[in-house]
Nanobody, 126 residues
Framework: VQLQASGGGLVQAGASLRLSCEASGRTSGDTTMGWFRQAPGKEREFVAAIRWRGGATAYEDSVKGRFTISRDSAKNTVYLQMNSLKPDDTAVYYC????????????????????WGQGTQVTVSS
């Protein structure tokens, strides 16, 4: 599976951005995809994830109510709509995927995913 992320940019606090991640290759109806982010000097952290079958989602607490993850299975694409962006959201955002369904309790762990995209920079100025 190859992942191509896009949509990052430089915005002011309070603005919105939508990230996209297109998957190609050996995807399946049980694919799970997620978004992680890594700020300078910090460890990579979970942001959100979605299971294609059933559409179950999970979010990191700090983005709940501001970010929404969704999928377009026909396009093999996952989106991350980010609203009310804050300077603390500044990071490189990575999409990740696994061709099998990940159990809900494991969605937030990077080790649950087999494939990773190249990352897209999101910078939020105050």
């Amino acid at each position: 599976v190859q992942l191509q992320a896009s949509g990052g940019g430089l915005v002011q606090a309070g603005a919105s951005l939508r990230l996209s991640c297109e998957a190609s290759g050996r995807t399946s109806g049980d694919t799970t995809m997620g978004w992680f982010r890594q700020a300078p000097g910090k460890e990579r952290e979970f942001v959100a994830a979605i299971r294609w079958r059933g559409g179950a989602t999970a979010y990191e607490d700090s983005v709940k109510g501001r970010f929404t993850i969704s999928r377009d299975s026909a396009k093999n694409t996952v989106y991350l709509q980010m609203n009310s962006l804050k300077p603390d959201d500044t990071a490189v955002y990575y999409c990740a995927a696994k061709s099998r369904q990940i159990i809900l309790s494991a969605l937030r762990y990077s080790t649950s995913y087999d494939y990773w995209g190249q990352g897209t920079q999101v910078t939020v100025s105050s």
